[in-house]
């Protein structure tokens, strides 16, 4: 079983920037399909990434397309998040999962990000 921790999180005004960072365990990582999920305060989880293998693939919610860049490093085991032009709307704690488009598991303990107005 993969395991999966992500960090990167914090509190940043609206507008503001930051990157999240998913390590991953193991030496299969190159061949997982990854995601990053987030849920909000009394919310369901709420897919928002999407990368395949070499990052060939890249997917995104409507709600952060062309705000948030999804990538990977398959040499250190760890994918990422670029979440720019943050809005209030984008707290959350999130997660990363492996697996196909809209996986919610397994993910690790996730990362909160809060974005003040």
């Known amino acids: 079983q993969v395991q999966l921790v992500e960090s990167g999180g914090g509190l940043v005004q609206a507008g503001g920037s930051l990157r999240l960072s998913c390590k991953a365990s193991g030496r299969a990582f190159s061949i997982y399909t990854m995601n990053w999920v987030r849920q909000a305060p009394g919310k369901g989880l709420q897919w928002v990434s999407y990368i395949g293998t070499a990052g060939g693939v890249t997917l995104y919610a409507d709600s952060v397309k062309g705000r948030f860049t999804i990538s990977r490093d398959d040499a250190k085991n760890t994918l990422y998040l670029q979440m720019n032009s943050l809005k209030p709307e984008d707290t959350a704690v999130y997660y990363c999962?492996?697996?196909?488009?809209?996986?919610?598991?397994?993910r690790g303990q996730g990362t909160q990000v809060t974005v003040s107005s």
């Open positions: 999962t492996k697996g196909p488009r809209y996986s919610t598991s397994p």
